[in-house]
């Protein structure tokens, strides 16, 4: 079980690091075609915040969110490969922050083929949450479980 676990892992965590690789790759001096895509959404991101809560968002560099972004779905992908929770996380952090100001299906008429892809990536995305979210529960409770069964062992010595 423990190599089909190990195996899942990384086949779950390819997702992340190849996207990661392929950012970094096309990066360049001015951010590549990421950097292209992310800008006009960050600032539709950031008016639909400001219309909605009245709070304006602090002037960032989008440079700088897609480099977080890389790190946060590379280093989290790598780590998650291993077993980490930490990995899981900075890769719950990274679906969390990425998927609403990416994959806005919110921003396109319900007829319209862009939709209906923003709304596929959308809930591949919330699918992927989930499954670390499912990670992360099974991993406490087998912890728990195993914690539990050392106490019992060590009362009937």
């Known amino acids: 079980m423990g190599f089909l676990s190990f195996a899942g892992r990384v086949l779950f965590a390819a997702i992340f690091i190849l ?13 590549g075609g990421a950097i292209k895509t992310l800008n006009p959404k960050f600032a539709t991101f950031r008016g639909h915040v400001f219309n909605t ?3 304006e968002l602090p002037e960032i560099k989008t440079k700088h969110l897609l480099m977080t972004a890389i790190g946060l ?11 980490s929770n930490l990995g899981a996380y900075l890769l719950l952090i990274f679906l969390a922050a990425v998927t609403p100001i990416m994959h806005d299906f919110y ?5 319209s ?3 209906v ?21 099974m991993k406490n409770s087998v912890m728990k ?10 009362k009937a010595v």
């Open 73 to 83: 779905e590379g280093i989290g992908g790598i780590l998650f490969i291993f077993g």
């Open 107 to 111: 921003n396109y008429d319900f007829s």
């Open 53 to 55: 809560l009245g709070f």
């Open 113 to 115: 083929p862009d939709y």
């Open 19 to 31: 996207a990661a690789w392929q950012k970094v790759n096309d990066f360049g001096q001015d951010g």
């Open 117 to 137: 892809l923003h709304f596929m990536q959308f809930l591949k995305n919330l699918s992927l949450f989930g499954s670390l979210l499912f990670y992360l529960g």
């Open 145 to 154: 479980t195993m914690k539990r069964k050392q106490s019992m062992k060590v």
